[in-house]
């Protein structure tokens, strides 16, 4: 019995013009039944949207061969060549262990999409943020639908305070390729800043739903909608959120390894608000376990503090303790509050 593969797929290539569309349409359809016997994961009655000249494919999940999804693969590889803007991600998972994560994109020579490839790496060096928005807005400039463009300018614009042009290429990207999470995720972001709480849970729902958990992008989304959901004082659903987080084992390697701390602070906060005293205490607890320290962690008087007050709640000793310590680091409160109790 051959072993059975689970394929997601989601993503869009742009071929720009009717010329390119049908040349790749053809194409496809010529390997599908000549060199792959139809044995692709892909409809091309469904794939190929015309009105866009397109390669559009919603994400999808299918069980397959290992034949099928290599035959799959192997296509979107080749189609791509004649892309000029866009991506398709697969990912290939096999008896729970994620085996293939590929992100097919357009290659080559093309001016937009060597533009668009400077500027995403300019992106990534400090200080290059004008230079990398220059190389960006030439990809858009020569291909106005390149989605994939706006989202990394919407993130320089970001880097550079220039909320409102963020707000309009996220927007934008979103707009193009609706199943980019990472757009949503840069929006959810502006709309924090603009204090739009509400539409940043609505566009962090978008990043999880438009990603998978092998991505860092989902396990993201998911964090910040629990501390939105915290601030808003929404407790039990910001617990649904941090507690999926905070027992999601993340390797050293994973960009939320970092901000278990802080997952693990702001649950231990919606504990508390729900009266589960001492579940509180052992989120705490699990926290000053955690020693990794970024800038953006909460003060070490409010972690004290705050494991201080479960303590006492939840009839522990060593609440006061806690206390003196939040005190010793500055915190008022704590302060005020050894002086009621002694």
Same mark, same amino acid.
């Given at each position: 019995?051959?072993?059975?593969?689970?394929?997601?797929?989601?993503?869009?290539?742009?071929?720009?013009?009717?010329?390119?569309?049908?040349?790749?349409?053809?194409?496809?359809?010529?390997?599908?039944?000549?060199?792959?016997?139809?044995?692709?994961?892909?409809?091309?009655?469904?794939?190929?949207?015309?009105?866009?000249?397109?390669?559009?494919?919603?994400?999808?999940?299918?069980?397959?061969?290992?034949?099928?999804?290599?035959?799959?693969?192997?296509?979107?590889?080749?189609?791509?060549?004649?892309?000029?803007?866009?991506?398709?991600?697969?990912?290939?998972?096999?008896?729970?262990?994620?085996?293939?994560?590929?992100?097919?994109?357009?290659?080559?020579?093309?001016?937009?999409?060597? /533009?668009?490839?400077?500027?995403? =790496? %300019?992106?990534?060096?400090? +200080?290059?943020?004008?230079? !990398?928005?220059?190389? @960006?807005?030439?990809?858009?400039?020569?291909?106005?639908?390149?989605?994939?463009?706006?989202?990394?300018?919407?993130?320089?614009?970001?880097?550079?305070?220039?909320?409102?042009?963020?707000?309009?290429?996220?927007?934008?990207?979103?707009?193009?390729?609706?199943?980019?999470?990472?757009?949503?995720?840069?929006?959810?972001?502006?709309?924090?800043?603009?204090?739009?709480?509400?539409?940043?849970?609505?566009?962090?729902?978008?990043?999880?739903?438009?990603?998978?958990?092998?991505?860092?992008?989902?396990?993201? /989304?998911?964090?910040?909608?629990? =501390? %939105?959901?915290?601030?808003? +004082?929404?407790?039990?659903? !910001?617990?649904?959120? @941090?507690?999926?987080?905070?027992?999601?084992?993340?390797?050293?390697?994973?960009?939320?390894?970092?901000?278990?701390?802080?997952?693990?602070?702001?649950?231990?906060?919606?504990?508390?608000?729900?009266?589960?005293?001492?579940?509180?205490?052992?989120?705490?607890?699990?926290?000053?376990?955690?020693?990794?320290?970024?800038?953006?962690?909460?003060?070490?008087?409010?972690?004290?503090?705050?494991?201080?007050?479960?303590?006492?709640?939840?009839?522990?000793?060593?609440?006061?303790?806690?206390?003196?310590?939040? /005190?010793?680091?500055?915190?008022?409160?704590?302060?005020?509050?050894?002086?009621?109790?002694?």
């Amino acid at each position: 019995m051959s072993a059975i593969y689970k394929t997601i797929v989601s993503g869009c290539l742009e071929f720009g013009n009717q010329r390119s569309y049908d040349q790749v349409l053809n194409l496809f359809q010529h390997r599908t039944e000549n060199y792959y016997r139809n044995d692709i994961l892909i409809d091309a009655e469904e794939a190929f949207q015309e009105s866009s000249f397109t390669l559009n494919l919603p994400r999808f999940i299918k069980e397959s061969s290992e034949k099928s999804w290599k035959n799959t693969l192997n296509l979107l590889n080749y189609i791509a060549e004649y892309a000029i803007a866009g991506d398709v991600r697969m990912w290939v998972i096999h008896e729970r262990k994620l085996i293939l994560d590929e992100t097919i994109e357009p290659v080559g020579d093309k001016s937009v999409i060597k /533009a668009f490839m400077k500027g995403r =790496e %300019l992106v990534k060096e400090t +200080g290059m943020e004008e230079e !990398a928005m220059k190389a @960006l807005n030439r990809a858009i400039d020569k291909f106005e639908r390149h989605g994939k463009a706006y989202e990394r300018r919407g993130y320089v614009n970001f880097k550079l305070r220039n909320f409102d042009d963020a707000m309009y290429d996220f927007t934008k990207s979103v707009d193009i390729h609706p199943n980019n999470p990472e757009a949503y995720w840069g929006r959810a972001n502006v709309k924090i800043i603009k204090k739009d709480l509400r539409g940043a849970i609505e566009d962090l729902e978008m990043a999880r739903k438009t990603s998978i958990p092998h991505q860092p992008i989902f396990w993201s /989304a998911r964090r910040l909608r629990g =501390e %939105l959901h915290l601030q808003l +004082g929404e407790f039990q659903q !910001a617990i649904f959120e @941090l507690k999926m987080v905070t027992n999601r084992p993340f390797t050293e390697t994973d960009p939320n390894y970092k901000w278990q701390k802080n997952a693990l602070y702001n649950y231990g906060k919606a504990l508390f608000e729900v009266g589960e005293f001492g579940e509180a205490v052992k989120a705490f607890n699990k926290m000053f376990d955690f020693d990794v320290e970024r800038k953006e962690a909460p003060p070490k008087a409010d972690q004290f503090l705050n494991r201080g007050l479960a303590r006492q709640k939840a009839g522990e000793t060593g609440y006061m303790s806690d206390i003196k310590e939040a /005190a010793g680091l500055g915190s008022e409160k704590a302060a005020e509050l050894l002086e009621a109790l002694v």
